[in-house]
């Protein structure tokens, strides 16, 4: 009687199963590399460009700002806060514009 063959199936399907999980491992371990790479690279950007906005508003703030320039003295009726000594103005306004209405 010839001897019976060993049935080696599953040890093939077993081997089979290891190369197919060692390449989906290797597959997806690049896949995760380039999204890794790809999320730095955007980071990078994101951080240059917060650089670049950081310098621009420590330029702006370093820019001297104009006085704003007087636009005369405070009138009665004028806009603001009447001064201190309005009654004073007041009446030197009030002579002013009578001793120029006289000249004319």
Do not use: C, F
């Amino acid at each position: 009687m010839a001897r019976p063959r060993k049935n080696r199936l599953g040890d093939y399907a077993h081997l089979l199963g290891e190369e197919l999980q060692r390449l989906l491992a290797e597959e997806l371990t690049q896949v995760v590399q380039e999204q890794h790479q790809a999320y730095r690279q955007e980071i990078d950007g994101l951080k240059r460009e917060i650089r670049t906005l950081t310098q621009q508003v420590e330029i702006l703030s370093k820019r001297a700002k104009a006085p704003k320039p007087k636009v005369g003295k405070w009138v009665p009726g004028g806009p603001g806060r009447p001064p201190k000594d309005a009654p004073e103005r007041i009446a030197a306004y009030e002579s002013r514009s009578q001793k120029t209405t006289k000249k004319r």
